[in-house]
């Protein structure tokens, strides 16, 4: 029995040795760190090789010495946070996969080139869209004020937090501009970061009005409606002239906001980043300039 434990420790000393006596040698040679990814495949193939070598020779009890280091190895601090590593690693892996995926069906599937409407219409409904973080001043004031439509908001979405109420918004020319949402000033678009953005006062009057909702609104408008697409760096819009017979698909965009590119493709406005992906949107969809350059031109402060 003594001797059977004897050989058991025997094993167990030489897996020690020859797994981390030569690794803790080579890593002592300076510039060595470059090379620190060989160690772990050292480690692995060394016991590996004794553990069986071992067993192929008949030594049993060393190999079994050998099979109780990875046991301790394994169950030590040390070695549960490799295996944690590990798993993270694989879990890396298959996220990466899935979002790779994701974003070839974004580039690939379901988008549709952008038609022009067959009429000129004064409202436009946006539905939700998602109208937070890119662009300096709000959508919805920013298109009444630049093209005199009405601009309706429905499911506002800012941030993946969704808003369900129903807003109008538009642009008159007025000596009076009073009431409650009624204002001469743009509003800010939240970002999840301050800004040194202002609400910016304007030579219109903003009117601003809460209407109830539109589910079975049939008034001609254009329409753009952000349709599920599985990953959220994916915008995927479907632009609709709405019409009293019914509604034609204008075309399908896809956004992907990682890579930050269009599909299809869509001219990028002058002055405008390529990540503002409703401005560069909507300049498409209604053949205008949107931009903070073209706002400025109604700020009260401009030279006319």
């Not at 099979?67 to 295996?83: E, F, K, Q």
């Not at 743009?186 to 909702?213: E, F, N, S, W, Y």
């Not at 299809?264 to 406005?269: K, S, T, V, Y």
Request: hydrophobic content about 45%.
């Amino acid at each position: 029995m003594k001797r059977y434990f004897l050989e058991m420790f025997f094993g167990f000393v030489a897996a020690v040795v020859l797994a981390l006596g030569p690794p803790i040698a080579f890593l002592a040679i300076p510039a060595a760190g470059f090379f620190f990814f060989v160690v772990p495949i050292w480690i692995v193939g060394v016991v590996g090789l004794l553990f069986f070598g071992l067993l192929i020779f008949g030594r049993i009890p060393s190999a079994i010495g050998v099979g109780l280091l990875v046991v301790a190895v394994a169950l030590s601090p040390l070695g549960r946070a490799a295996i944690a590593l590990v798993d993270q690693v694989d879990k890396h892996k298959d996220d990466n996969k899935f979002a790779q995926r994701k974003f070839k069906e974004c580039a690939t599937t379901g988008y549709v080139p952008l038609q022009q409407p067959s009429a000129k219409y004064d409202r436009i409904v946006l539905d939700k869209i998602e109208m937070c973080g890119a662009e300096n001043y709000d959508i919805a004031d920013t298109v009444a004020i630049l093209t005199g439509m009405r601009v309706i908001v429905s499911n506002r979405v800012c941030f993946d937090t969704h808003h369900t109420e129903v807003w109008e918004t538009m642009a008159e020319r007025s000596n009076s501009c009073v009431g409650g949402r009624d204002s001469t000033k743009v509003g800010v678009t939240p970002h999840l970061l301050p800004t040194k953005t202002a609400p910016l006062d304007v030579d219109v009057c903003l009117r601003r009005r809460q209407i109830p909702d539109l589910s079975g609104d049939r008034t001609p408008a254009i329409v753009l409606r952000a349709i599920p697409f599985g990953l959220g760096d994916c915008h995927a819009t479907a632009v609709v002239e709405r019409t009293q017979s019914g509604d034609v698909e204008l075309g399908r965009i896809h956004y992907d906001s990682f890579h930050q590119r269009y599909y299809p493709d869509l001219a990028l406005p002058e002055g405008v980043a390529k990540n503002n992906w409703l401005i560069v949107l909507l300049s498409a969809v209604l053949q205008q300039d949107l931009s903070d350059k073209a706002l400025m031109a109604h700020a009260v402060t401009a030279e006319k």
